[in-house]
Each structure stands twice: as structure tokens, then as C-alpha cells.
């Protein structure tokens, strides 16, 4: 089984145990020592912060088809620790759909990497503030089929996000991979009952008829968000 890399936090937290082993032994001899002792432990505390709201996010979160990303502001991932899952789920929902949320992805499709899909972004993140959902969901789900085909010669459904990268939060528990699998469900008949995720297969191919919902769609922004990270 390939062990999967360590995200910054874990890499970060590792290099500074070791720099306080040494700052312990310099401590007692040194002032400065004794200051960048003070300021490690603080850091590890953050970074140990940091990875318990993580942790929360992969339990709670993740299964029901939200992942983790780089850019994902710090103060949202704290703020979903401890509300209710209900409360947790409201608070992604209302971050993935801000202007500012959704100019990030704009500032990052003008890349030139990912600038093809630049145009139909900037069709769905107008959508999306006009509360038109089926557009805008319709419209990422393509983005995203798009840029992981294009980028990594698989297609997003089919291993395309599976190799394991380092630095990135969308590679690994909770990420991007275990995304698309729970999105790339197999639909089995065609329903008008209102779902919860952007399942791809459902929605493109006319099966799930009732998508046009704000959770559907901060959830495939979201998904954009780890496949860009990815």
C-alpha cells in the first residue's frame, strides 16, 4: 500500500519537534533559545489546532460529499467544530456560495493552465448569485470533468485525483479522491426527489431531476476548489 504523503500541517508540525529538541537543550545557555522555544510551542499548538479541525471536518464532513482544500479560509474550518452537523453543513453551504468564496475560484481559472475553462466559470459563478442552480451546477460538474481529463489523462471519475500528492490537503482522507467517488455513484432510475450532492452520472445524464438546491451547488464549487488544489 503506498503511504500517503503528509500535508504541510503534519510535515510543519514533525520538522518543529525536532527544532524544540534542540531549543531544550540551547535553553538553558541561551535567551535567544529560550525565546524560539516559546514561539515553537506556540506553532505546534496552532498547527495542532488546525489538524483537530481538520480531523472533524474528515469525520463529519467528508462523507457527505464536502472536501478538503488548501485555500479553505481557516476561520470557516475552526467555526466547524463545534455547532452541530446540521449547523456545520449551513456554514459550508453559505461559504462556498460568498462572492468572495467564488472569486477565489475566478483569480485561480485565470491561470494559464486552467484558463479554457475560465469563460464557463465566470457563466457559472453568475448563475450561482442569481440563485439559478441547475446552471451552475451543471456548468462545474463540466469544469471539473474538464480539467482532471485534460491534466492528469484520466478521467475524474476513473482514478484521475488517486495518486497521492504531497503538500495539498485534497490528497488523502476527506480529499478530492473520496469525493468523486461518493459524486460518481452509479444513478439507478430517474427521481424527482430532491438529493444533497452534485452526483455527476444523475445529474448529466438526466436521471437526478432535482438539483436546483444551495447545497448542491456550494458542494460542487467546493469540489472545484480540491481538484484545482489537487
Known amino acids: 500500500m503506498t503511504k500517503k504523503p503528509k500535508n504541510r500541517q503534519e510535515h510543519l508540525r514533525d520538522q518543529l519537534s525536532g527544532l524544540r529538541t534542540l531549543m531544550n537543550l540551547a535553553a538553558p545557555f541561551s535567551s535567544k533559545a529560550r525565546e524560539a522555544k516559546a514561539d515553537i510551542a506556540r506553532i505546534q499548538a496552532e498547527i ?5 479541525a481538520q480531523e472533524v471536518f474528515i469525520e463529519r464532513y467528508a462523507p457527505d460529499g464536502w472536501s478538503l482544500f488548501a485555500g479553505m479560509a481557516t476561520p470557516t474550518l475552526f467555526a466547524l467544530v463545534d455547532p452541530t452537523k446540521e449547523e456545520g453543513t449551513a456554514i459550508l453551504t453559505r461559504y462556498h456560495l460568498e462572492p468572495d468564496t467564488l472569486h477565489a475560484l475566478w483569480q485561480r481559472l ?3 493552465k ?14 450561482a448569485k442569481a440563485q439559478d442552480y441547475i446552471s451552475a451546477v451543471s456548468l462545474v460538474l463540466l469544469i471539473i470533468d ?3 481529463t485534460k491534466l492528469t489523462g484520466k478521467h475524474a471519475l476513473s482514478g484521475g485525483t488517486d495518486a497521492p500528492v504531497f503538500d495539498t490537503f485534497a490528497s488523502g482522507p476527506g480529499g478530492i479522491a473520496d469525493l468523486l467517488r461518493l459524486l460518481g455513484q452509479q444513478r439507478g432510475s430517474v427521481t424527482t426527489d430532491p438529493i444533497q450532492a452534485p452526483f455527476r452520472h444523475g445529474i448529466l445524464h438526466g436521471m437526478d431531476l432535482n438539483f436546483g438546491h444551495p447545497i448542491v451547488a456550494a458542494k460542487a464549487f467546493n469540489a472545484l476548489h480540491a481538484v484545482i488544489d489537487y
Open 146 to 148: 474538464g480539467i482532471v
Open 48 to 52: 495542532d489546532e488546525k489538524l483537530k
Open 110 to 112: 485565470k491561470s494559464e
Open 114 to 127: 486552467l484558463r479554457p475553462w475560465f469563460d464557463i466559470y465566470v457563466t457559472a459563478m453568475e448563475r
